[in-house]
Nanobody
């Protein structure tokens, strides 16, 4: 069974950092682009960042550029999202998702597999 499981969310003060993890089971991530998405209460889901299957390229939403970094360790079947300088507006449920794609990644791809999400709350 193909499954993605996120972890690493929590409560953090503005300016703080968190690292989210997305672990895949039932399939290897080597052939998949991975995206991180988030959804805040009352808002539509938005793309945050994605990494290509090789890890050679990445894209970021303008709202997180310079603060968030996506990385992957295919040997561990894991993708990470390092979030620094967190702001209250980063509060949301964060999801990782996978799509079978080689080459560059795009947040607008139709991602096929989704995790259950992890809550990130930025508040003082």
């Amino acid at each position: 069974q193909l499954q993605l499981v996120e972890s690493g969310g929590g409560l953090v003060q503005p300016g703080g950092s968190l690292r989210l993890s997305c672990v895949a089971s039932g399939f290897t991530l080597d052939y998949y682009a991975i995206g991180w998405f988030r959804q805040a209460p009352g808002k539509e889901r938005e793309g945050v960042s994605c990494t290509s299957s090789s890890g050679g390229s990445a894209n970021y939403a303008d709202s997180v550029k310079g603060r968030f970094t996506i990385s992957r360790d295919n040997a561990k079947n894991t993708v990470y999202l390092q979030m620094n300088s967190l702001k209250p507006e980063d509060t949301a449920i964060y999801y990782c998702a996978a799509v079978y794609k080689f080459g560059r990644c795009l947040l607008r791809y139709k991602y096929d597999y989704w995790g259950q999400g992890t809550q990130v709350t930025v508040s003082s």
